[in-house]
């Protein structure tokens, strides 16, 4: 079976630290790969979305990035982070057969 | 452009009544809808999916949704609530057709809270 792991699971960074977060799926192989934050008492935004090794695409302006090294693992980045990162950041996949797409446990990021 | 609204950010029930949770779509080609569900500080968890083929679909949970493309709605239901429902839940959409990449539209949650 599929399964998609992230960490860390929290994380307390400064402001202007650099941030990465790691997200790895099991058990598939050529996933599409999806970044949302959750920011409190918002929805579900999503940040990057990856189709392949290599192919990254942006949704939003910001102060992130993305990047996919290998198949099955999608990284989180950031050279210096804002306050207005905090927030809780979920990594998904899905197959791109039936679109359902599966979420990771998330990461709780707090920048202070 | 596709979107999809829900209908209440907030619906308390009391335990064992009837859990509605609204979702309206607008998609310009048939849709996949999907709901998931979200604990505190977990990631969103799939509770179904509808894909063209029978319009009321079973979940997880004891929930169902009916699909009725006369009212692009989508809307979420369990007979009786428990506890455990207490939840934030999220109705999303993918089209169908073109080229989107997976990509889904979510609305912007419902906080389900049950009382005693």
């Known amino acids: 079976s599929q399964t998609i792991h992230q960490w860390p699971a929290t994380l307390v960074q400064p402001v202007g630290s650099p941030l990465s977060l790691e997200c790895t799926v099991e058990?598939?192989?050529?996933?599409?790969l999806y970044w949302y934050r959750q920011a409190a008492g918002r929805g579900l935004q999503l940040l990057f979305y990856s189709v392949g090794i290599g192919q990254i695409s942006s949704e939003v302006p910001q102060n992130l990035s993305a990047s996919r090294p290998q198949d099955r693992q999608f990284i989180l980045s950031s050279k210096k982070l804002l306050l207005s990162d905090s927030g809780f950041y979920l990594c998904?996949?899905?197959?791109?057969?039936?679109?359902?797409?599966?979420f990771g446990p998330g990461t709780r990021l707090t920048v202070t | 452009a596709q979107s999809v609204t829900q209908l209440g950010s907030h619906v308390s029930v009391s335990e064992g009544a009837l859990v509605l949770l609204r979702c309206n779509y607008s998609?310009?080609?048939?849709?996949?809808l999907f709901w998931y569900v979200q604990y505190p500080n977990q990631g969103l968890q799939l509770l179904l999916k509808y894909t063209s083929a029978a319009t009321l679909v079973k979940g997880i949970n004891g929930f169902e949704a009916e699909f009725k493309k006369s009212e692009t709605s989508f809307h979420l239901t369990k007979p009786s609530a428990h506890m455990s429902d207490a939840a934030e839940y999220f109705c999303?959409?993918?089209?169908?057709?073109?080229?989107?990449?997976?990509?889904?539209?979510f609305g912007q949650g419902t906080i389900l809270t049950v009382h005693p």
């Open positions: 999303a959409l993918h089209n169908a057709g073109g080229t989107s990449y997976g990509k889904l539209t």
């Open positions: 998904a996949w899905t197959s791109g057969r039936s679109y359902e797409q599966y």
């Open positions: 998609s310009s080609v048939p849709p996949y």
């Open positions: 058990g598939t192989s050529n996933p599409n």
